[in-house]
């Protein structure tokens, strides 16, 4: 037996005024036949995973086509067609297959198809016929559609936020795609689409409401005859039709308890939709309780959350710190043009910099100080423990560190890089514990990571194009009604 694996990834965030492009996917992941193997096989990703649990089954694990880019804007049209016709010329190539696991994020806009998911399982679909098992995993902030579910056997979402069980869905995938070939078990998935989306803010799965949510489904996973059960929270910053928080089961043949099960986890949402709308803190009530705090303290950057697709380089709690003289703290910008500036003077100058706050209005203006030239870096680093993302390898592109007369240590980055490992720093000679407060642009995916040395963290409500408060984005493409929007809705699901 031979199972192709492809792997297509992006969250696209259709609210950013700018566009993914090819580039984007060659600088993070763009892996084609045994290279998957050599650069994945170990990863705490999916791909991993389905080569792990294909071998231990002894079938034929053929990589076909892995490609991954950071979150960030809509792909554009040009990027989308070539990716296409990149990864169905090699599935051409591969010879034979009796089926086929698949990484599509769930999340990924084209400007040309606003369900791109949808749009390539479908194709994968048409080319392969309906006798081919297609078996795929999601990123828990996939919007799921119709289209996805039709076009495949069976859809296994994550279940940990941060990520870090991506590896172990992709082993249940690759099992399932066993026991569906050896003819053991008859998948049939069915999902559910609640007029609802779940708030960032409240999406770890650590902690309540999401703790509660997912021990029910845990329970519910062992119902006799469920396969396989998945809570996909949504990605709210796409405008599109599929956005929202969906459900989906999947039975051993067709089965009333898929629907039961499915049933339960939508009436639990219904009745404690309330605790899962976001209540973040205001930046200012964020600043002054750092003066009362003793702990290692992280502020969580909502509006520029790097792995929802922000540009990396918001300045407005930055401002904060520095205007409230806050000493031994730390930030991450983007900004390609003052790491060239701060190597130009060299290590030791002093210089005035104007830092960050270049890719929109949205986020802050540039955070303007003189800075000391600490070092500079070749920005790339290795992480060996499961973090958000289930990467190993990382590269920010070329790097200074500068420290302001504050307290404020800025580290400049020539590449977008989302906070999802402490060896960002400590590669750029920085230990972590040596501050007292530490911005990380996101809200959930950094947890994993600076839950090692913060014991406080402080959910801050920014604005911009991740805010968490969603009245702030003009929907066009959005299902009406659908909470919290709509604060009074029929909910018959
Ligand atoms: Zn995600």
Redo the contacts with the bound molecule.
């Keep these: 037996m031979r199972v192709g694996i492809l792997c297509l990834m992006q969250?696209s965030n259709t609210f950013l005024n700018r566009k993914t492009e090819f580039h984007h996917f060659e600088e993070d992941l763009f892996l084609e036949g045994h290279e998957i193997r050599e650069k994945m096989v170990d990863s705490h990703h999916e791909v991993g995973g389905f080569l792990e649990g294909l071998d231990a089954a002894g079938f034929d694990a053929v990589p076909i086509f892995a490609a991954r880019a950071l979150p960030y804007g809509t792909i554009c049209k040009q990027a989308f067609d070539q990716l296409m016709e990149r990864m169905f010329l090699l599935i051409d190539q591969a010879g034979p297959l009796d089926g086929y696991l698949v990484a599509p994020?769930g999340?990924t806009v084209s400007e040309e198809h606003p369900d791109a998911d949808g749009y390539w399982l479908s194709q994968l679909r048409k080319k392969v016929g309906t006798n081919k098992p297609i078996i795929g995993t999601l990123?828990?902030?996939?919007n799921l559609s119709e289209r996805m579910v039709e076009s495949t056997n069976a859809l296994i979402g994550?279940r940990s936020?941060p990520?870090l069980d991506q590896r172990a869905r992709g082993l249940e995938a690759a099992s399932l795609m066993a026991g569906m070939l050896r003819r053991e078990v008859h998948p049939v998935q069915q999902a559910v689409f609640p007029p609802f989306v779940m708030n960032i803010e409240k999406q770890c799965t650590e902690l309540s409401p999401c703790k509660e949510l997912y021990g029910l489904a845990e329970e519910l996973r062992k119902t006799p005859g469920i396969l396989s059960l998945s809570i996909l929270?949504g990605?709210p910053y796409a405008d599109v039709e599929e956005m929202g928080t969906s459900l989906i089961a999947v039975g051993d043949g067709p089965s009333e308890k898929t629907n039961a099960v499915l049933q339960e986890l939508s009436q639990h949402l219904r009745e404690n939709r309330e605790a899962f709308d976001g209540t973040g803190v205001p930046l200012e009530e964020a600043l002054n309780s750092l003066k009362k705090e003793s702990s290692r303290t992280c502020l969580l950057d909502m509006g520029d959350n790097v792995?929802g697709g922000s540009p990396a380089d918001g300045t407005l709690i930055a401002h904060g710190l520095l205007n409230h003289q806050i000493p031994r703290s730390f930030v991450c910008l983007y900004d390609p043009e003052s790491v060239d500036r701060a190597k130009h003077s060299g290590i030791g100058s002093r210089i005035i910099l104007e830092m960050g706050g270049k890719t929109d209005d949205l986020h802050g203006p540039p955070l303007s100080a003189e800075v000391l030239v600490e070092g500079f870096y070749e920005g790339v680093f290795h992480e060996k423990q499961p973090r958000?993302?289930g990467s190993t390898h990382f590269d920010q592109g070329q790097t200074a560190v500068v420290s302001c007369d504050t307290g404020l240590t800025v580290m400049l980055t020539s590449k977008r890089m989302a906070p999802f490992s402490l060896e960002q720093l400590r590669s750029c000679g920085l230990d972590p514990q040596t501050f007292q407060v530490l911005i990380a642009k996101g809200v959930n995916?950094p947890l994993a990571a600076y839950e090692e040395v913060c014991s406080n963290f402080i959910r801050v409500d920014t604005p911009g194009v991740t805010a968490s408060n969603l009245n702030h984005f003009d929907y066009q493409h959005r299902r009406k009604p659908m909470f919290p929007f709509e604060r009074d809705l029929e909910w018959n699901i």
Excluded: T, V
């Design positions: 969250e994020h999340a990123d828990l902030h996939a994550y936020n990520h929270q990605y792995g958000h993302g995916s």
